[in-house]
């Protein structure tokens, strides 16, 4: 095998290593945080700063600003938070993301393999889910460090190539153009891979065999902070205009603060050598091999020092940064229109406790559906004449009920199949359960208007004892429905709980209703159609009261 092949398979099997450990690492630590981070995302305030803190708290634990911006996006999309906190998030998603340099700078990559091994058997042997995802998350810890010697290893034979040589002078830092040309590789490299911590540790693999010096790698890395955005951005497609937006703010203040550095670029690095207090091309030798022992530590510090800049700077303009994007993205009327789901976005996978809170809020705009069917289906009983727009919205929003139950089942069908605890595999079973369940609900309304429609048609109409009784049960249906769609709106359990006795209540008025109506039959005071019609239409009403009933015991055994 010639050193080229050897050196190639070496990085690309580094960086696979490398980018699955990433992967293993969020997901194994979004595993142990589980309804924490959630819980701890719901919590944000219009402040900006700690809509700061929490971006770097949460990128820096989940060690993916990726994912972190990914959610800042879905969560505006869902409306559970506004334009000026996911700004604010996706700031301090970028200082976050910088803590994974500075795990890189730990020397430790001779001890990824170990780390891997022992991890594995925790993560294959457990049966409890927290030890399952902290041995996920070391295994992916260790394949970052392993992953990271693999393309040390394979970056090093680069420098015996002078084609390489001729590249890598072609696109020194040297001078502006070159500083311009190294952060728009950076850049176009991570919108490539989508990952902005794999270029991180490819560029620190290449410093730390000696292939590219401080200033390069520095200019790279600034690109990076660039393409990043890309992620963020590719989740906005198809979502609504203010997650648009919050997408758009995170690449404009990343290339401002590019663009801004990049022109005191000299400036900037004479201020981390100052900060780090070492030369960071120092080389020395170590059994006959270069070695540069402050690159890593300098890079490091590179890549915070610009973003912890970029957010402190940019804190006083996020209003002015706001109103820019405002601008740069207007509303559209049509959009919400054309749109059946306006909260679900599917990759959101990637953040399974969001994903879920996601989905609730489609659920819960279900049911506000479910509410708004039912209070056009009752003024079209009181009302003589018919109204044909209201009738034909009826019959359209069942159809957007299908499409919405479909597009939930497979989107939470997707997220089961993602390695996620058995406690969000619970949520994620109650929630298809839910969205069944209204969708049954939408089907009955529209038997109903059929029903009374068909009576229309035929030139009769409900006699007035029928009417009332009708309206009544009706109404009584949609108080039910109604505090049912607050509690599932506010976590309600308790009241869900106690509304259950209403249930069999609704099923004794209907049983009332349907005796009624066999005593006037009896006497013969009643055309068939209407007989037929009105028991069909108390039938409807019962299943309606069924799914409810089960809708209910769902919200009820939440854990």
């Given at each position: 095998?010639?050193?080229?092949?050897e050196?190639?398979?070496?990085?690309?099997?580094?960086?696979?290593v490398?980018?699955?450990g990433?992967?293993?690492?969020?997901?194994?630590?979004?595993?142990?945080?589980?309804?924490g981070l959630?819980?701890f995302?719901?919590?944000l305030?219009?402040?900006?700063f700690?809509?700061?803190f929490?971006?770097?708290?949460?990128?820096?634990?989940?060690?993916?600003?990726?994912?972190?911006?990914?959610?800042?996006?879905g969560l505006?999309?869902?409306g559970?938070?506004?334009?000026t906190?996911s700004?604010?998030?996706?700031?301090?998603?970028?200082?976050?993301?910088?803590?994974?340099g500075?795990?890189?700078?730990?020397?430790?990559g001779k001890y990824?393999?170990?780390?891997?091994?022992?991890?594995?058997f925790f993560?294959?042997?457990?049966?409890?889910?927290?030890v399952?995802?902290?041995g996920?998350?070391?295994?992916?810890?260790g394949?970052?460090?392993f992953?990271?010697?693999?393309?040390k290893?394979?970056?090093?034979?680069?420098?015996?190539?002078?084609q390489?040589?001729?590249?890598?002078?072609?696109?020194?830092a040297?001078s502006?153009?070159?500083?311009?040309?190294c952060?728009?590789?950076?850049?176009?490299?991570?919108?490539i891979?989508?990952?902005?911590?794999?270029?991180?540790?490819i560029t620190?693999?290449l410093?730390?065999?000696g292939?590219?010096n401080?200033?390069?790698?520095?200019?790279?890395?600034?690109?990076q902070?660039?393409?990043?955005?890309?992620?963020?951005?590719?989740?906005?497609?198809g979502?609504?205009?203010t997650?648009?937006?919050?997408?758009?703010a995170?690449?404009?203040?990343?290339?401002?603060?590019?663009?801004?550095?990049?022109?005191?670029?000299?400036?900037?690095?004479?201020?981390?050598?100052?900060?780090?207090?070492?030369?960071?091309d120092?080389?020395t030798?170590?059994?006959?091999?270069?070695?540069y022992p402050?690159?890593?530590?300098?890079?490091?510090?590179?890549h915070?020092?610009?973003n912890?800049i970029?957010a402190?700077?940019f804190?006083p303009?996020?209003?002015?940064?706001?109103k820019?994007?405002c601008k740069?993205?207007?509303?559209?009327?049509?959009?919400?229109?054309?749109?059946y789901l306006?909260y679900?976005n599917?990759?959101?996978?990637?953040?399974p406790?969001?994903?879920?809170?996601?989905s609730?809020?489609e659920?819960?705009?279900a049911?506000?559906?479910?509410?708004?069917?039912?209070?056009?289906?009752?003024s079209i009983f009181?009302?003589?004449?018919?109204?044909?727009?209201?009738?034909?919205?009826?019959?359209?929003?069942e159809?957007k009920?299908?499409?919405?139950?479909?597009?939930i089942?497979?989107?939470?069908?997707r997220?089961?199949?993602?390695n996620?605890?058995?406690?969000?595999v619970?949520?994620?079973?109650?929630q298809?359960?839910?969205?069944?369940?209204?969708?049954?609900?939408?089907?009955?309304?529209v038997?109903?208007?059929?029903?009374?429609?068909?009576?229309?048609?035929?030139?009769?109409?409900?006699?007035?004892?029928?009417?009332?009784?009708?309206i009544?049960?009706?109404?009584?249906i949609?108080?039910?429905l109604?505090v049912?769609?607050?509690?599932?709106?506010?976590h309600?359990r308790?009241?869900a709980?106690?509304?259950?006795?209403?249930s069999?209540?609704i099923?004794?008025?209907i049983?009332?209703?349907r005796?009624?109506?066999?005593?006037?039959?009896?006497?013969g005071?009643?055309?068939?159609?209407?007989?037929?019609?009105?028991?069909?239409?108390?039938t409807?009403?019962?299943?309606?009261?069924?799914?409810?009933f089960n809708i209910?015991?769902?919200i009820?055994l939440?854990k």
């Open positions: 095998m010639t050193l080229f092949t050196m190639i398979f070496s990085i690309i099997g580094g960086l696979g490398f980018l699955l990433m992967k293993n690492m969020s997901d194994g630590l979004q595993g142990v945080a589980g309804d959630r819980n995302i719901s919590k305030t219009t402040n900006r700690l809509s700061i929490v971006g770097f708290i949460i990128t820096a634990f989940i060690q993916s600003s990726s994912v972190t911006t990914v959610m800042a996006v505006v999309n869902s559970l938070m506004t334009l906190q700004i604010g998030v996706t700031l301090g998603a970028n200082i976050g993301t910088t803590v994974t500075w795990i890189l700078v730990l020397k430790i990824g393999l170990p780390i891997l091994g022992l991890s594995a993560y294959l042997f457990s049966k409890k889910d927290k399952k995802f902290w996920m998350a070391l295994m992916g810890l394949m970052v460090f992953g990271l010697q693999l393309m290893s394979g970056f090093k034979p680069l420098k015996e190539f002078p390489f040589e001729q590249i890598i002078l072609s696109f020194s040297g502006l153009l070159g500083i311009i040309k952060a728009l590789v950076g850049c176009i490299l991570t919108m891979v989508q990952s902005s911590s794999a270029m991180m540790g620190m693999g410093a730390l065999a292939s590219l401080f200033t390069t790698a520095s200019a790279l890395i600034l690109g902070n660039i393409g990043t955005t890309i992620t963020a951005n590719l989740a906005s497609i979502t609504n205009t997650a648009k937006r919050a997408a758009r995170h690449l404009i203040f990343n290339i401002v603060g590019v663009v801004v550095v990049i022109l005191i670029f000299p400036l900037f690095l004479s201020f981390v050598k100052t900060i780090i207090c070492c030369n960071p120092l080389i030798v170590i059994n006959g091999e270069n070695s402050n690159i890593l530590k300098s890079l490091a510090t590179v915070t020092t610009f912890i970029t402190v700077v804190i303009f996020i209003p002015l940064l706001e820019m994007v740069l993205v207007p509303e559209k009327k049509e959009e919400a229109a054309e749109n306006t679900i599917n990759r959101m996978i990637e953040a406790a969001i994903a879920i809170e996601q609730r809020s659920i819960t705009h049911s506000n559906e479910i509410l708004e069917m039912m209070n056009k289906l009752q009181i009302n003589i004449k018919i109204d044909d727009a209201i009738v034909n919205n009826i019959f359209k929003t159809e009920m299908d499409i919405i139950q479909k597009e089942l497979s989107f939470l069908t997220l089961m199949g993602q996620i605890s058995t406690h969000l619970y949520i994620a079973r109650r298809i359960r839910l969205a069944e369940e209204y969708e049954s609900i939408s089907d009955y309304v038997r109903i208007l059929k029903i009374h429609l068909r009576l229309l048609k035929d030139g009769q109409k409900w006699s007035e004892d029928k009417t009332t009784s009708i009544s049960l009706h109404n009584k949609s108080e039910y109604d049912m769609h607050h509690s599932l709106q506010i309600d308790e009241t709980c106690k509304m259950h006795i209403e069999p209540q099923v004794h008025l049983k009332d209703f005796n009624e109506h066999l005593e006037r039959l009896s006497k005071a009643i055309s068939p159609l209407e007989s037929t019609s009105y028991t069909d239409l108390l409807c009403y019962r299943k309606i009261n069924d799914h409810a209910m015991e769902v009820c939440e």
